[in-house]
C-alpha cells in the first residue's frame, strides 16, 4: 500500500512537472530593440526569448503582419548561432536622399529609411557574435546579417539559415498566395499556382501574398552577391522559413569573414499594383560600381529567334540553319527600314550541332559557323544604323564558358556588338562546374557558384562596354543599380512557351507576372507575336491589342518585337504602336491591378511628356476604367487607343482591334474593354498647354 502510494505520489509529481514545461519553453520573449518606419506606418522589434533565442516581429499601422520570426545560422563544421544570445549592443541612424537611375521605370528615386543594427552575442562556448541590420521603409523592410571579423568564427560554412517568415494579420490564416516551386528542374520556367498560404511547399522569390483584409506581402531578396539564393518552405500554418540553394560540395555558402549576407526583404502594401511601386529592392543595393555607363542605349531588337522556335529554322547548321548570312540581312533591313536598333542572332557560332543541351562544351564563342560572315554582317547592320545582339549559349557549360570569356567578349567587342544575351540551358543542379585540379562538379543555377559566375560575367562585360541579358538566369535581386549593365533577365516563363506544345502560357499568365516576377526587375519576356500563333499554327491565348499592351506592362529596357518580319507587314497598326512605344521611362504608375486577373501600367517616356498605359486580362471579359490623373494639368493629350475589337476573343479570332483617336485632358477618364486573353495599348501625346 505504501508502495502504491509512493508510486502515485511519483505519478503526480511527473505529471506537474510535464505540464510545466511547455510553460517553460513558452517563457515570454523580452523587447531588446524597436525601430519604426519615417512616417510610423511600420513598425519592428528585435525579441530574445528565454533561451536568448533572437527573433523579429513586424506591425503595420498597429497591427501585426509579421509575427515573432527566428533568426540564425546552421554550420556544416559548428555549432548552430540560433540561442543563448545576448544583446551586446544597437545602434541607429535615419537616412532621407534621392538618386537617379541611368535608365529604368523611374528616373529618380527616393530612398528614406530609419535603420536598426543589433549586436548579438553568444553567452557561452565560443561566444561569437553576429550583427543583423534593419532597414525600415514606410513599404517595406530589409533586414541582412554582418559577421564581423573574428577569430571565433574566421570562415562560416554555411548549411542553411535559419531565418524565418511568419505572416500573420488580419485573415492570415485564410491568406492567398501566388507562387512556383524552388528546388525543381526547369528552374524558374512554371507556371504559377494560385492557392492558400497554408498550401505553399517550397517557393521561389517573388512570393505574393494576399491577407483577407486586401494587405499584399512580396517576399523577397536583393542583393544577392557571392551566396546562395534563398527559397521559401512553408514549416506550419502560415510561418515559412528560408531554404538556401544547395552547393556542390556540403555547405550551401562558404564565405570567409567579414561579409554580408543578401538583403530579405518584405514589401508591404494596400494593392498589388503598391507592391510594384515600391523601390525597396533598389534602395538596398549598393550604387553604381560602373561609373558612366551612357555606352548603354535601351533598345528594341528583332531577332533569329522565333522563327526556330516555329521549327522553320534551325539553330544548327544544315539545310534549315537560321543564322545564314542571307537570312541575317534579311532581318537587318527589316531593322532598318523600321528605326529598329538591333538585331538578335542566335545560332551564329560553332557548337549548336548535336546534343548541346546541358552539354555546351563544344561551343565557341568566337568562330561563326561557315555559312554566317558575321564580321560582314555586322559592318553591313552598322551602315545602316543598326547593331548586332550577340549570343553566348553555354549549354551549361559554364566552366567552358570562363575558359573563353575574355576571348569572347573581345571578339564581340571589335564587332561593335554592346548588348550580348547570355543563356545557361540545363535541368537545374546540373551545371557543369570544372575545378583547376580537373575535378568536375554539378551546381544549381540559382547557388553561390553561379552567383559568383553571373558578376564575372557582368564586371567583365563592363569592361568592353558590353550589357547583359541574362536566360536561364540566376533571379534578379536589384543588382542593376551597382551594375548597370545587368540590363534584363529571363527567369520565368517566357513567349518561346507559346511557340511549342501544350501547356502554352494561359491568358492570365502575363498579369500574374506583373505583380510576382516582375516585382524583382525586367524581364526579356520578348512580346509582339502578332500573328498570335504557335507552331503548327496553334493559337497563343491573346489577342493583337494584348500583345502591344506588354511592351507596358512588363518592362525590359532591351525590348524584342518577337515575330516574323512578314507577319509585322500585315499588321501596320500594331507596328506603329510597337515602334512608337519607348523601353525607358522617368515614372511609372499602376492606376489598377489584381494579381492574375489584370493589371493596369502607365509609363511616361523618358525622352519627352508623352505617356503610354497598357492593360492586360485573363480569360475573361472585363472593362477597365483608367484615371488620367498622372497626366500634367492644364495640357492637352492625344490619346491613340488600340484596343480589342468587339468580336476579338482569343479562342476564336484575336486580332480584331480598334484604333481611335481623342483629345484627353487631367483627370478624364478612359474605358477599355477586354476580350478573353485581351488587352489595351494607348499612346498619350503632350500637346501644348492651354
Not at 293 to 314: A, C, I, N, R
Amino acid at each position: 500500500m505504501v508502495s502504491l502510494t509512493r508510486r502515485l505520489g511519483a505519478l503526480v509529481v511527473l505529471a506537474v512537472v510535464l505540464v510545466a514545461l511547455p510553460a517553460l519553453a513558452e517563457t515570454p520573449a523580452k523587447v531588446v530593440a524597436t525601430i519604426a518606419s519615417p512616417a510610423g506606418t511600420l513598425a519592428l522589434r528585435v525579441e530574445l526569448d528565454g533561451e536568448g533565442r533572437p527573433a523579429y516581429a513586424v506591425t503595420r499601422r498597429g497591427a501585426e503582419v509579421i509575427a515573432p520570426s527566428r533568426l540564425g545560422f546552421l554550420f556544416t563544421d559548428a555549432p548552430k548561432m540560433e540561442r543563448g544570445f545576448t544583446l551586446a549592443g544597437q545602434s541607429s541612424r535615419t537616412v532621407d536622399e534621392t538618386w537617379e537611375q541611368p535608365w529604368g521605370e523611374w528616373r529618380t528615386i527616393a530612398n528614406h529609411f530609419n535603420e536598426l543594427r543589433v549586436r548579438l552575442k553568444e553567452k557561452a562556448g565560443a561566444a561569437r557574435e553576429l550583427d543583423v541590420v534593419f532597414r525600415v521603409y514606410d513599404d517595406g523592410v530589409g533586414f541582412r546579417y554582418e559577421f564581423p571579423d573574428q577569430p571565433q568564427l574566421k570562415t562560416a560554412r554555411i548549411a542553411d539559415e535559419l531565418t524565418e517568415f511568419a505572416v500573420a494579420g488580419p485573415g492570415a490564416a485564410s491568406a492567398e498566395a501566388w507562387w512556383i516551386p524552388g528546388g525543381e528542374w526547369n528552374r524558374y520556367e512554371y507556371l504559377y499556382q494560385h492557392t492558400r498560404l497554408d498550401a505553399v511547399a517550397q517557393a521561389h522569390t517573388p512570393l505574393t501574398i494576399r491577407l483577407a483584409d486586401g494587405t499584399h506581402i512580396a517576399l523577397h531578396e536583393a542583393a544577392l552577391v557571392d551566396y546562395s539564393s534563398m527559397w521559401l518552405r512553408r514549416v506550419e500554418g502560415t510561418r515559412l522559413k528560408a531554404v538556401l540553394s544547395p552547393g556542390a560540395q556540403g555547405p550551401k555558402v562558404v564565405r570567409a569573414a567579414p561579409f554580408t549576407t543578401p538583403w530579405r526583404t518584405l514589401i508591404f502594401a494596400d494593392s498589388a499594383g503598391g507592391l510594384y511601386q515600391s523601390h525597396l529592392e533598389l534602395n538596398l543595393n549598393e550604387p553604381n560600381k560602373l561609373g558612366d555607363v551612357s555606352w548603354f542605349t535601351p533598345q528594341k531588337f528583332v531577332g533569329v529567334w522565333w522563327e526556330m522556335h516555329l521549327d522553320h529554322s534551325t539553330w544548327s547548321t544544315g539545310r534549315k540553319h537560321g543564322a545564314t548570312t542571307a537570312n541575317v540581312r534579311r532581318y537587318v533591313d527589316f531593322a532598318a527600314a523600321n528605326g529598329i536598333p538591333g538585331v538578335l542572332v542566335e545560332g551564329w557560332n560553332v557548337g549548336w550541332d548535336g546534343q548541346w543541351f546541358g552539354n555546351g562544351n563544344d561551343f565557341d564563342f568566337k568562330r561563326p559557323t561557315p555559312d554566317l560572315d558575321l564580321p560582314g554582317v555586322a559592318a553591313y547592320a552598322k551602315a545602316r544604323g543598326v547593331g548586332i545582339i550577340g549570343h553566348h549559349e553555354t549549354g551549361g557549360g559554364v566552366s567552358h564558358y570562363e575558359s573563353q570569356l575574355g576571348a569572347a567578349l573581345d571578339y564581340a567587342q571589335g564587332l561593335g556588338i554592346g548588348v550580348i544575351k547570355t543563356g545557361y540551358v540545363a535541368d537545374a543542379g546540373q551545371v557543369e562546374r570544372v575545378d583547376p585540379d580537373g575535378t568536375t562538379l554539378r551546381e544549381w543555377h540559382d547557388g553561390q557558384w553561379m552567383a559568383r559566375h553571373h558578376l564575372l560575367v557582368v564586371t567583365e562585360a563592363a569592361k568592353r562596354h558590353i550589357a547583359i541579358d541574362s536566360h536561364e538566369p540566376i533571379k534578379d535581386t536589384g543588382l542593376r543599380r551597382t551594375y548597370p549593365n545587368w540590363v534584363a533577365r529571363e527567369g520565368a516563363r517566357g513567349m518561346e512557351y507559346n511557340a511549342w506544345g501544350e501547356p502554352k502560357n494561359p491568358p492570365n499568365h502575363e498579369a500574374t507576372l506583373a505583380f510576382t516576377r516582375m516585382l524583382s526587375g525586367p524581364m526579356d519576356f520578348t512580346p509582339g507575336v502578332v500573328s498570335l500563333r504557335g507552331k503548327g499554327d496553334t493559337p497563343i491565348a491573346s489577342t493583337l491589342a494584348k500583345q502591344l499592351a506588354l511592351y507596358v506592362v512588363l518592362y525590359s529596357p532591351v525590348q524584342m518585337l518577337a515575330d516574323l518580319p512578314e507577319n509585322y507587314a500585315k499588321y501596320p497598326d500594331a507596328l506603329a504602336f510597337i515602334k512608337a512605344v519607348p523601353v525607358d521611362w522617368s515614372d511609372t504608375r499602376v492606376p489598377n491591378g489584381e494579381v492574375g486577373q489584370y493589371a493596369t501600367f502607365a509609363r511616361k517616356d523618358r525622352r519627352g511628356d508623352d505617356w503610354y498605359v497598357g492593360s492586360v486580362g485573363d480569360d475573361q471579359p472585363r472593362t477597365l476604367t483608367v484615371t488620367l490623373d498622372f497626366l500634367d494639368a492644364g495640357r492637352d493629350y492625344t490619346a491613340h487607343i488600340y484596343r480589342d475589337g468587339p468580336n476579338a476573343d482569343w479562342h476564336t479570332d484575336g486580332h480584331p482591334m480598334i484604333v481611335e483617336t481623342r483629345t484627353v485632358h487631367q483627370g478624364d477618364t478612359l474605358t477599355l474593354p477586354l476580350a478573353r486573353g485581351g488587352g489595351a495599348a494607348v499612346q498619350l501625346v503632350a500637346g501644348k498647354g492651354r
